[in-house]
């Protein structure tokens, strides 16, 4: 049985830090990731936490990859569009290079966009929206994966899980957040099962046959269904679209195709859309965008079993940063 250990949540951090450098991980790419890393187990979010170490250092062994690639921003004055090349290094260094200057751009004109390109994106996307809403911003973020999703009525994968995330900002609360996957399960929701030898709930996937499995291998060699049949099935093909072609990056079936080493660390794009809310009611009306909302939020929670996404985020990270995480030893092998 695996051994845990308690550690507080800067020790975390240290711990990934230390394992992507001795790796040979650049410093800043290095530094970005754990961030990343780090805050996904501080949060509860297990499959984007030290689990994911692995996979990138795993990538490292892919040809294409850049380990010490410094992101490079492209702003043109007349554009609403802020680009980040990331030079075939990984998504949260990225990011953190087009933050600044895509909130500078959406203050000025209330609506921009970062388009992040030529990256591994192995992580969740509610960090980044979290951080832009932290800062005033309503923000969308999208990105494509590796093919592991079939389109509705067919059997072979195409699509990656496809996530897409919001957030909101609020005055006295944390930002509303949600990020979800377009496909029933996140593949590392079925990573995590299999290595805990449990089964998958019904309707998450179909073997190589394209009959109904609830076992994680024959759903990993299979192919993975959409939320919602043909409706999440059009919201991933909305996201190939808008992290592939409209960025002129892979899509999710190409990005298979460069994972010579069956690593499972997506390539491509991420698209990001962030809006100034001072820009958003008619002006002149009365109106404030902000209050609406709390009305909104409250009449949800004023019925039983509701809650608003992102409150088990919260409340797992206050735990966390007053107890320490309970991490398991083969949590990061
Ligand atoms: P979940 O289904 O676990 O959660 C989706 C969202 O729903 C979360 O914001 C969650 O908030 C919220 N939520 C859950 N239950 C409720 C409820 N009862 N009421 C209100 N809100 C609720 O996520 P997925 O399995 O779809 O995705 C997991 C992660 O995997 C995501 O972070 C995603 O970005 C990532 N991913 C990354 C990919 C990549 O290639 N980079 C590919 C696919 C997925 P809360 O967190 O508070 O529970």
């Given amino acids: 049985m695996a051994k845990e ?4 949540v800067d020790a975390v951090y240290e711990r990934a830090l230390d394992q992507l450098l001795t790796q040979g991980v650049s410093a800043v790419q290095a530094e970005a990731i754990a961030t990343t890393v780090t805050s996904a187990e501080r949060d509860g979010c297990l499959s984007h936490g030290l689990f994911r170490i692995p996979f990138y250092i ?26 980040v090349d990331g030079h075939n290094g990984f998504c949260p260094a990225a990011l953190q290079a087009g933050y600044e200057p895509v909130m500078a751009k959406a203050k000025q004109r209330g609506i921009a966009a970062l388009a992040i390109h030529n990256v591994y994106n192995i992580a969740a996307l509610w960090p980044e929206v979290e951080h832009l ?8 973020a999208f990105t494509g994966a590796n093919a592991f999703v079939a389109p509705a009525g067919g059997t072979k994968p195409l699509f990656g899980t496809n996530p897409m995330a919001f957030g909101w900002p609020r005055k006295d609360h944390p930002p509303l957040v949600f990020d979800q996957a377009s496909s029933v399960c996140a593949r590392g929701e079925i990573q995590l099962m299999k290595n805990a030898g449990e089964t998958l709930p019904d309707g998450c996937a179909i073997d190589a046959n394209g009959q109904p499995t609830n076992d994680p291998d024959a759903a990993l060699a299979g192919a993975q269904l ?6 999440g099935s059009s919201i991933a093909l909305m996201i190939e ?14 990005s298979s195709e460069l994972d010579k080493h069956n690593i499972g660390a997506p390539f491509g794009g991420e698209f990001l859309m962030v809006i100034d809310p001072a820009h958003g009611v ?4 009365p109106n404030n965008g902000a209050e609406r909302a709390e009305q909104l939020f409250e009449a949800l929670l004023a019925q039983e079993g509701t809650r608003l996404p992102s409150d088990r985020r919260y409340k797992a990270r206050e735990k966390s ?6 991490i398991s030893e083969n949590s990061d092998s």
């Fill in 321 to 326: 940063l007053a107890e320490g995480i309970v």
């Fill in 5 to 8: 250990k308690r550690l507080s």
């Fill in 226 to 231: 959409t939320f919602g049949g043909h409706k």
């Fill in 282 to 285: 008619l002006p002149g009306s």
């Fill in 241 to 254: 679209l808008l992290a592939g072609a409209l960025l002129g990056d892979v899509f999710s079936y190409e």
């Fill in 58 to 83: 795993g990538a490292l062994k892919n040809d294409l990859i850049n380990a010490a690639a410094q992101p490079t921003v492209i702003d043109n004055p007349e554009s609403s569009v802020i680009h």
């Fill in 133 to 140: 809403a932290r800062n005033g911003f309503v923000a969308f």
